[in-house]
């Protein structure tokens, strides 16, 4: 188990400034991520830098879904509804444990969006474009079997519904996983670290001065290519760092906000994905104590960093759940948890949020600098193969450089990999007696190890060395033990929100778990009073936005 860690932030600063990269990333969210790794696979010299933590944009605040992009079919987007839906399998076999299989409903309601015929056909195509095979092909349900599956579906407009798989995730800790395997292969990876220039060297971009955030200086890269992969900023780099860049096409960012209510206020007994009277579609996903529903999707002309979620959104929401669900009567005193995010799509002049194309998109400056900005959650490897082959290219020509093909098909995101999703089901079944004598449910385990895959023994043998406290709290240290020491937690919200998803998937804790794991950081980077201080208004901040709306 090699270490990916803060701790050891003097050496990581000092191999940065030192080495010379084939290849720097910017961005150290899922695409960011995915360079690094398909990059240092094939052999580059490669790192990565990150403003913040990794995934703390957008690439922490999607649904949560590795799907087919079924909606896509209305526009009959096929290319990309194919390729989603192939890497989807891939993904599933890369990290059974964090891509797990979740059947969806479709419902059919009258006047709907989805007709019986055209919701038959349409996931017959997303069948076959996706290859899906064996129990995850579509059925279609009649009415009286599609309330037995959700009883809460509205009875008097419901004709019956499509059902179909889709494989749910979570989004931050996949972020996480593709970086640890990056740097199993070699890459440098680096968060808190800002870029602040690009250099250059006869009007070519070869390298980045860079601020570490951690030890307040100033750090020098060099690197023969460079890669802006910096999501929601990427316009932001080329335009106030990039002379070279033509901005003949630019980004148009949507926002897309999801709420969190106790699985009681919304008890589906499944993944539903359901109309709303405005045309659009909306989720609702159960998961373990609480459902989440989303997503909007609205332009966004603000400064990045400013997004949140705001009362007309979570209204919005409430409103169509209560419209599908008529028993359910939500209120906004029942949300416990939200979170908003930002697509960075291609901008395309008459088109509405929800029409622009998820398609990825590469802009090459003739200073050298790569951009890529669009595309979808699902479909990372695939763009960040199209990124190496580029760099590649261009290594074979400049330098006269070879490098492997892509590897990353067969790379597990995973510390000792399962062979299959089957394989994570007989390890929880097998370390399940320990833990439920410890206190825990099912459930609680078994979100354990769709976090952590096997690297959950090292918690446990963690949480047994731990003095004797509440369960939910000795785990918590337990996390953060292994976070801080193998997933490069620096930050509390690094912790609640990115690594663990408490802030999210588990809200319940937080007023427990926020002075004792606020205490642990402190005693492990030996914080002074005023450091202390910030980062506990910081938290209790974050844990206040989630509930509240202007």
Request: no cysteine.
């Amino acid at each position: 188990m090699s270490s990916f860690s803060n701790l050891q932030r003097e050496k990581l600063s000092e191999k940065l400034a030192s080495k010379t990269f084939d290849l720097l990333v910017i961005g150290g969210g899922i695409t960011g991520a995915g360079i690094a790794l398909d990059a240092a696979s094939r052999g580059l010299k490669v790192a990565l830098v990150e403003q913040n933590d990794f995934a703390s944009g957008t690439s922490s605040k999607s649904t949560k879904l590795i799907h087919g992009g079924l909606r896509y079919l209305k526009q009959f987007d096929f290319w990309l509804v194919k390729e989603v839906g192939s890497e989807r399998a891939i993904l599933h076999k890369l990290a059974p444990h964090l891509v797990v299989p979740d059947k969806m409903i479709l419902p059919i309601i009258e006047n709907g969006t989805y007709g019986s015929w055209l919701t038959s056909i349409g996931l017959k195509i997303y069948d076959i474009l996706a290859n899906v095979e064996g129990d995850d092909k579509r059925l279609m349900l009649d009415k009286e079997t599609t309330l037995l599956k959700e009883p809460l579906l509205p009875e008097d407009i419901l004709e019956g519904a499509g059902f179909y798989a889709e494989y749910r995730t979570d989004d931050a800790r996949l972020t996480i996983e593709v970086l640890k395997t990056a740097e199993h292969h070699g890459a440098l990876v680096l968060n808190y670290a800002e870029l602040k220039s690009l250099h250059y060297s006869n009007h070519l971009v070869n390298g980045a001065m860079v601020y570490d955030h951690v030890l307040h200086k100033e750090i020098p890269v060099k690197a023969s290519y460079v890669v802006n992969a910096t999501g929601p900023w990427v316009d932001d780099v080329r335009e106030h760092m990039d002379p070279a860049s033509k901005r003949s096409k630019r980004l148009q960012l949507t926002k897309g906000v999801h709420l969190v209510f106790p699985y009681k206020k919304l008890p589906v007994k499944q993944s539903v994905y359901f109309d709303v009277p405005d045309g659009r579609m909306i989720f609702a996903i159960p998961r373990g104590q609480i459902t989440y529903v989303g997503t909007t999707d609205t332009k966004f002309e603000k400064e990045p960093e400013t997004v949140k979620v705001e009362l007309v959104d979570a209204l919005y929401l409430i409103h169509a759940v209560n419209n599908m669900f008529p028993d359910i009567e939500l209120t906004q005193d029942d949300i416990i948890s939200s979170w908003a995010g930002l697509r960075p799509l291609i901008y395309e002049e008459g088109k509405s949020a929800g029409e622009l194309s998820r398609k990825d998109e590469i802009f090459e400056s003739a200073s050298g600098l790569i951009s890529i900005a669009g595309g979808k959650l699902t479909g990372y490897r695939k763009m960040s193969e199209r990124i190496v082959d580029l760099v590649v290219k261009r290594a074979s020509k400049d330098r006269k450089l070879s490098f492997k093909t892509v590897q990353t098909e067969n790379i597990p995101l995973t510390e000792k990999p399962f062979k299959n999703y089957e394989a994570v089901k007989n390890y929880i079944k097998n370390i399940l007696p320990e833990w439920q004598a410890f206190g825990f449910s099912k459930t609680s385990v078994e979100s354990l190890v769709h976090r952590y895959g096997r690297a959950t023994d090292h918690i446990l043998k963690k949480f047994r060395e731990l003095p004797q406290e509440a369960a939910g709290l000795r785990l918590a240290k337990a996390e953060l033990w292994y976070g801080i020491h193998f997933e490069m937690i620096l930050k509390p919200l690094d912790f609640f929100e990115r690594r663990t998803g408490r802030l999210y998937f588990d809200p319940f804790e937080l007023d427990q778990l926020k002075d004792p794991i606020i205490k642990e950081f402190a005693r492990y980077f030996n914080w002074d009073k005023e450091t202390f201080d910030k980062e506990k208004k910081r938290l209790e901040k974050a844990f206040k936005e989630i509930t509240e709306f202007e």
